[in-house]
């Protein structure tokens, strides 16, 4: 009613306006009225709600009520005078009103998403402040509250919108960050401090946050992450990890953090040592096994950090639960966290050996590790591969353990990463196996088990080379170990692979591993059987690696079986064109297909035929087309009776033929064994699959080789090993052609060469070098003239050498210039009339062989030698003249105190650093040195046979100017290219071997035994020396032995026991030791002293003991120490069989013992590739003879009697033996009186006495050698200088320690182990001087004026002498060695083209 009244007024006043003519303004009032009560009617109602009613209705069920109580509240505190006075409360002293304030922030921050009237850096800071003052309250307020919880409140608050406010937004983190940086410190604090969980989790989330953004602000310069991480965060975070032990969340957020903040340092030790204690220790192994999969993740992370510092490495080893969980993630876990486990187990058991132990006895564990390299994902192959490295590294029981796992698992599961693994797990594939063939006992099981078809799957892989150089090299290593794995290996069909390594592959070195391999197959011991048992039904083949039933019924079956290339036994079709009777008359006439289309290809294939009956009788005579059956064997089969079988083997030969083996009957059934040599398998197949590829190019003639290049790099390569074999190498000298296509290689060399070329004639060299120390190849090198062809090769390469050190010296601003030497007129000659060499596709040759260890361990063995001398001799200069003419007599020399000032350090303290070598200097001196080691071997083994063909041979090269291009050519390269020093040093001294004292070359000194030498290896002069260039593993034997004879009872001093010394020049793999007369050395198959039960050893590069086989070593085998060139070896061996060793002064202990004294043993070595020692067996001074045992002596002193050897009993003796040889002419032209100046000899034919002149002071000598002299060597030795191609000759005679001059005086050398004479020529005056141990003889003795024009060459009576030609320091102090040393080469230069006319 009161509504309908109201309206009725309204009406009646809207009426009486309209009554009085206002009705438009009436209309507009009322319209006004009603907006204005429907615009103020909420606010009155919203104004009239007070805060605190409000605040009610924010807590009510009702969601549509509360939402807008909500936002009553806010729309109130968004006002801009009620929200300063939240912004002013949050910095307030007053804890009450700044909770309310902080709670009104936080709350109206959540609610409008933070879009509020305020910069986001306000905001920020407000939060922050909150939060700080929420730390320090006893700093902030004034007055505390009872409510102890306050500061917990504000904390969890601000920490969970900061949270809020950072979520999913990078911006609003920076900001955060550059504002507010003490917020990293804050929440740090926080965790360290908090025991509120809430407050915990806000500050690890927020701490996570900033560990993962690593944002560089202003505000953070280093970046957020490492902020976090120097501020503290890791230790602080790591106490938490047991707070949450039982909240997956939140310790999977806490490991993640650590685990980022510590993996974004280079350096992460220190912070996991700080945080690597039990209480982090355990929770976190705990985790690793969580069923929350990012939980384990994290877990097994940190621990990853912890093994890979070594830190509570003894804490997880030793808990017993550790090694099942990781079994069960292996077992049921993805890969990532697979690879985790694998990579923390590899570092315990590289870090904790006794745990590796104990692993390795866990079965299941293993056998889950292998079946993993079958795994999807490649990075759990890459760290399985990785773990099973580390086991295998801990010695043959572990690998044994591994190889004898159930099925077979470890080898399977390596032939699966082989076959589809990627290439970097293939590589990593590559050096476990090379740790797994380590152990040579187990090398047998391991090919048994499948690791062949690795080999070959790796081989496959044409692509990548370094797979396939590893398959070939690995090969190899295998085949060396016994013949009884090579013959599993053929087992296993790998000739196929050799041969496509061979032929086809694209690295030269793999194709020469694939021919070494092949050699040592050649050289098997054994036989490949072969059982044929046939019933006329049944036939039943079975062989090496080979098995066959057939069960047809036929007369006559036949079947081929692809030795060495197949396993297959193949059945052979016969087509039949007459059909058998059933009478014996008759013959049936077939044919076979397969043995049709026979070619020489198939040599070495096995045909096998059975024949049952008469029925089977009828096809003999067929049958005698297709093999070659002698008339014995053919009426043998053609005889069969009913029920008679008869079996037929035989084997392709190198003519396409098939020749019979073997041919048996018998009634019923039959048996047929045959055994075939490997070595006739693989000759049959080398024969025909690889000599003709290489042989047949060079068979051309030279017109026909000046169209198309036949000589390449790989071929040759293979070719040089391949002649190793005594059957190729006969083959390969049927065929002079050959030979001489491969010296016009070496003629047609110039200074022009191209590199390819030049790497070519580097390989011609090597063939060339092996063929000269066989006899069938060395005669056939003789009669082409090879050696003139090598000297004159030397010399334009010596020149190009020379010409390359002088650019260097020049740029270096040396003072010496070398003279040129232009090429001689009938090298030239020579050259011109060979067709020109087209290029080829060589492979680069590697660095030369040399090494600072090498020039240092010679140049201290020569400082040992030689002893400092005050005073030096001069020489005469150019133009000056004796005094006295040549008639006058002797004048002695000057006092030497005025040339004092000319005393300079000896070589070695002068020597300049050697120059960079660059690529072209390498491959140049590499060639030298193929050259030198080839003519060294050409003169040393014509040498050795000391045939009147082979003094033809020393002479010529004497006559030739030989010496002196290799004078000039030693050297030039004495300093960069120490290993060629032995050969040049043995070919000279050899070549100037040029006064015969008799025809016997005994040497009374003990050194090695040349005839006892393999055939690679190259001697000292003075058999003291040894050197190995080639691939093969060479041995040589001493000529002097110990054994139970020396020993005896009666004897007043027995000694108790020899010795004997090696000095390393190099210091690769050395076997020393001691063999008996039955050992046999093996160089080809790598078996050296030490290898077979006949020997005895030790080498101190893998510091190992041997005696017997290789593959029969245990693995106690291990012994001594590691040796470095330099180093002294001496070696023991007692009267009671005990053999022991010292490394310099070092007693390595015994190594062997119980040796049987009744056989004779002999001190022995083997050598490597490139190594070099030299041995003193008593006849030098002995090194660190204090630590020698007392009673033992140089085994040089044992003798059939074990007497020492006999030295005159007194001066008088000596001096008498010496005036009888002055008194007796003939024996004075016999034992080496000089020659004198005169042209001719005297009436009686005696030789004149030279007379001497006094020595002037002046340069240093043009030409000058030293020879090493031991006392009373009942061998008289003469020495000096001789005219070439002359007679006349300068030299002195030293006998019983002492020395004729040629002026028939004499002079008593020094009472010391070792005199050193020197002689020096003087081209200025044409004469010849001596020297004592570096004091010169002061007379000076000249050749005749006649012969002035003439060169002149050393000349010694025995090569078995050790002379020093400038490869070592001199006893004789010269003023200025580097001038004497330019002087000589350029000396050696100049008479050398003087003789080349006669090489032509």
Known sequence: MAQCSGRNRAAVVFAALSASGGAFLAFYICKRVRELRSQKFPDRIANAISNEHLAVLAKSSNVSLRQSAEQMLLDRILEKGSFQEVISGCSSRDENELYRACSVLCVVLKSVNFSIPLPIGQVSHLLTSCLQKSLDRQDHFDVLSKDSVFPVKIQRMTLATICDFMSDSVPNKDVLIGTCPDIISTCIRLVNESSNKEVLRYSVLLLFQFAGLNTFVEGCPLGTTRSVRESGAVPALAKRIITFHREHIMQRITLQTIVILIGSVDDSKPFCSEIATPMVLMPTISSCSSDDVELSFWALALIQDFVIHDLCTDEMTSMSHLVKDFLEILKTREGVFKSFVLKIMSALCLRRVAFLEELSDNKPFLITVCTALKDQNDLVINYAIRFLKVMLQHGPGIIKKLLDLEDNVLLDGLCHVSKEGQKENKLLLTELLTDLVSVEKLVLQIVQ?????????????????????????????????????????????????????????????????????????????????????????????????????????????????????????????????????????????????????????????????????????????????????????????????????????????????????????????????????????????????????????????????????????????????????????????????????????????????????????????????????????????????????????LSILLETIQQSSESSSNNRNDVFEADQVAVPPNVAAIISSLPPRPQSRAEPRSSLRSSDSTDSAIEDRGRHTSSSISALPVIPEAGSEMAGGDGAGPVHLQSLSSLVDEVIASVTGEARDAAPINEGETLTEAILEAAVICLTKIVSREARNNSAQSRLLLTHLDESGTVLMLWSCLLTVRKKHRNLLLPLVTTMTTISETISLDTNDHHSSVGFDASNATRMLVLSNDHLEILNFNWTFESVRATVSISRDLISSSAPCQPKGWFYQMELVTDGLIQLGWVNDKCVYQPRKGNGVGDDYDSYSIDGIRKKKWHGPVATQTEGNGYGETWNAGDIVTCLFDRHGSISYLLNDKDLGIAFSGVDMDQRWFPACSVCTDQRARFNFGNDPIRFAESIPDGFVPIADASSDGSRHQQPHSKQQETSALEAERKDPEKEELSGVAGGACDRPNRRGERLPVQGAPIVPSSPPSLYFEVYVRPYTPRPLRVGFSIIDAKDRITVMISNNAIMLPDRSRKQLPVQPLAVVGCGYVAATHSVFFTIDGEVVELLFSFSHTTKSRPVTPCLSSRRTRVNWGQEEFKYKMTDVEEYMNGAISHCQRSSSLCQPVRG
């Open 449 to 793: 088990g499948g690791v062949m078809e690795i080999v070959k799957e790796l081989a496959r892989d044409e692509d990548d080379e370094s797979l396939t150089f590893f398959s070939s090299a690995m090969l190899m290593d295998m085949a060396m170990v016994s013949d009884e794995i090579k013959v599993e290996m053929n087992n296993c069909c790998v000739l196929p692979t050799i041969f496509r390594w061979i032929q086809s592959a694209k690295s030269e070195k793999v194709s020469v591993f694939g021919a070494k391999a092949l050699v040592m197959f050649h050289l098997i011991d054994d036989s490949m059987n072969f059982t044929v048992r046939s019933d006329g039904h049944m036939t039943h083949i079975s062989g090496s690696g080979v098995e066959l039933i057939d069960s047809k019924n036929f007369p006559l079956k036949m079947f081929r079986v692809e030795c060495l290339l197949s396993q297959n036994v193949c059945p052979l079709c016969i087509k039949i064109r007459t059909s058998p009777t059933s009478s014996s008359e008759g013959d049936v006439e077939f044919s076979i297909p397969a043995l049709d289309a026979l070619k020489t290809d198939n040599a070495g294939d096995v045909i096998i035929v059975t024949i049952s009956g008469k029925c089977g009788a009828q096809y003999v005579r067929g049958l005698s087309k297709y093999i070659n059956l002698s008339i014995g064997e053919s009426d043998q089969l053609s005889g069969l009776a009913e029920g008679d079988v008869g079996v037929v083997i035989a084997i392709v030969g190198d003519d396409g033929r098939i020749n019979t083996l073997k041919v048996v009957t018998a009634t019923t059934e039959v048996s047929a064994d045959v055994a075939i040599p490997y070595m006739t398998l693989f000759s049959h197949r080398t024969t025909k699959h690889i000599l003709p590829e290489i042989l047949a190019p060079l068979s051309e003639t030279s017109e026909q080789l000046q169209l198309c290049c036949p000589l390449e790099r790989r071929e040759l390569e293979v070719l040089k090993v391949l002649l190793c074999l005594e059957g190729y190498m006969d083959s390969f000298t049927q065929s002079p052609t050959s030979v001489s296509n491969l010296l016009s290689a070496i003629v047609s060399f110039t200074d022009h060469s191209t590199e390819d070329e030049q790497r070519i004639i580097e390989s011609v060299l090597g063939i060339l070098t092996v063929m000269a120390v066989f006899d069938s190849g060395r005669d056939l090198l003789i009669s082409l003239d090879t050696h003139d062809h090598l000297v004159a090769f």
